[in-house]
């Protein structure tokens, strides 16, 4: 299915479970065209059930992000499918709590390819896909961990230097693609109760999901490169 311009099409990764699995659902629910994407569709059984129920509105496709290989595989069957909001959501934890004396460096090797590499090759990608659509929004999620300005912690290195650096790809994305109508916005997405955010997190993937939407929804070229939290508010850099 092609573009309609009828209809709002997105573009989700990671897409699978958590927030990801969230945007999902409250998208389809309010009948947008979606182009989910996991590593292993296979295995996501709530995410193909969606799809099975959505009109074919909601279809399911193969991606893995640390894969140069495998979003040129996902370009090449997509083409010049517009999208009106590209949404990075795929990512990892990495090694949870990584402080000095006690850093796997072959983790924080494999967090920054996933985190930063991964939706830097999405985005380089398909930023075509955007550039040709209504909306024009390239959304990444992100964390506060990773704003320089609001640290103060001593530990969790490999997760904070990861969303760190893929917020600084965003910006320079924001600052390049800016000419053309696109509008790159990273997002913070709160402390969610995910299997990467635990139990004990503040709040749902429902709230965090329904706040960025709501945002998303909002946004103008004013809020190109701009950091955000779920609910709307400014993160430091």
């Given at each position: 299915m092609l573009y309609d311009r009828g209809m709002q099409n997105i573009m989700i990764t990671g897409a699978s479970r958590g927030i990801g699995l969230e945007f999902v659902r409250q998208y389809n629910a309010d009948g947008w065209r979606?182009?989910?994407?996991?590593?292993?569709?296979?295995?996501?059984?709530?995410?193909?059930?969606?799809?099975?129920?959505?009109?074919?509105?909601?279809?399911?496709?193969?991606?893995?992000?640390?894969?140069?290989?495998?979003?040129?595989?996902?370009?090449?069957?997509?083409?010049?499918?517009?999208?009106?909001?590209?949404?990075?959501?795929?990512?990892?934890?990495?090694?949870?709590?990584?402080?000095?004396?006690?850093?796997?460096?072959?983790?924080?090797q494999?967090?920054?390819?996933?985190?930063?590499?991964?939706?830097?090759?999405?985005?380089?990608?398909?930023?075509?896909?955007?550039?040709?659509?209504?909306?024009?929004?390239?959304?990444?999620?992100?964390?506060?961990?990773?704003?320089?300005?609001?640290?103060t912690a001593t530990n969790s290195i490999v997760y904070r230097s990861s969303k760190a650096a893929v917020n600084m790809v965003m910006k320079i994305l924001a600052n390049d693609l800016g000419s053309q109508g696109v509008i790159a916005t990273t997002f913070h997405p709160g402390w969610v109760r995910t299997d990467m955010g635990g139990s004990a997190a503040d709040i749902s993937p429902e709230e965090s999901a329904g706040g960025i939407r709501q945002v998303i929804a909002g946004l103008n070229a004013a809020d190109n490169g701009s950091f955000r939290n779920y609910d709307g508010g400014i993160i430091q850099w």
């Open positions: 979606i182009f989910a994407c996991c590593r292993t569709p296979g295995r996501a059984s709530e995410l193909t059930d969606i799809a099975a129920q959505s009109d074919g509105r909601v279809t399911v496709h193969q991606l893995d992000v640390d894969q140069g290989s495998s979003v040129a595989a996902l370009k090449a069957e997509l083409g010049n499918q517009p999208f009106d909001v590209l949404l990075n959501n795929a990512g990892i934890m990495g090694q949870r709590n990584a402080a000095r004396g006690d850093i796997d460096y072959d983790a924080w494999g967090c920054m390819v996933t985190n930063v590499f991964g939706p830097m090759r999405v985005a380089e990608a398909f930023a075509d896909n955007v550039a040709a659509s209504a909306q024009k929004k390239l959304i990444t999620i992100s964390s506060r961990m990773g704003s320089i300005g609001e640290t």
